[in-house]
């Protein structure tokens, strides 16, 4: 992650106990926003990774006494919020739009390390359901939902675990504004040292955006974003030293399937579209030598079964 930090004065005692360590952190000022992972280390080793969230939407927290529509805690907007979801309760929020506009809600829970599974309500000042999300395709059963609000008002947001669970296990970060909501990049991988045109597809072709970005050989992931006004999207990408091939249509049989120019160890991305798609590649095998070759797309979230091969 980003920044400098340094042992924070308060608590008193901090940096001597084993259990807990505070620290003051600062961002560059063009830190993109995206999950990064923080971790600690002293002589005895290092720490798991963290996953937190740099963001570019002013940040509340939860007041935690909003568990009721009538006790919904007023949030302005746009508008980012980190709280933890109470067992057996939920948390509702009330925000003001001055127009009739469209309203972006993306919430980040199981994509950051938690174990809530969320499930949000949009709700009217009568206390009417409008809308709601579970388990949006991509996201790890994160959610997001868009919607178009129909005039000026108040309107509320209700977020719950959709067991009920909770607690400190239980922690997300919601995002309120008009943003673009994007759930997968394409090509699924970037080769490291070089410039990559990447698409960001959403649930509608309205949030479809494209990016240029060059992965880092020193680095597992990238960070994507698609910006907007009203709010920044994004995703992490993985990058590869491996040679990666993208597939190239039409390549629905033998004849036509996309050539791969090296004999081992390679990793190709394709694109199950439109329906009953069929991609195939073709690459110079040895006699007598084994291959593994492995499709990914369940594994890392994505609707399709199988989507990206490695060989």
Known sequence: MPGEWALSSQPEGNGSKAESV?????????????????????????????????????????????????????????VAIDGFSPSLAKHFYKFSVAEAQRL????????????????????????????????SAGLQRDCQLEYQLPAAGEYLIEIRDIEYKGGNTHPYHLRLGNFPLVHTAYPLAIPAGQETSVSLIGSSPEND??????????????????????????????????????????????????PVTTEVGFIFNGKLDPVKDIDQFKFTGKPEQWYLVKGVSEKIWLPSRPGHHSV
């Open 104 to 135: 972006s809600v993306e919430v980040y829970a199981r994509r950051i390390g938690s174990m809530l599974d969320p499930v949000v309500y949009l709700y009217d000042a009568s206390g009417r359901i409008l809308t709601y999300a579970d388990d």
């Open 209 to 258: 955006q494209t990016v240029a970005i060059t992965g880092s050989a020193d680095k597992a992931t990238a960070a994507l974003s698609a910006g907007s006004p009203s709010g920044t999207a994004f995703l992490a990408l993985p990058t590869s030293t491996e040679p990666l091939f993208n597939e190239t249509e039409p390549n629905d049989d033998a004849a036509a399937a996309s």
């Open 22 to 78: 505070a620290v003051d952190f600062t961002l560059p000022a063009d830190a993109a926003p995206g999950i990064y992972a923080l971790r600690v280390a002293n002589q005895e080793g290092i720490s798991n990774p963290k996953l937190v969230l740099i963001e570019d939407l002013p940040v509340e927290i939860s007041s935690g006494s909003n568990q009721s529509f009538e006790a919904a805690q007023m949030v302005s907007f746009p």
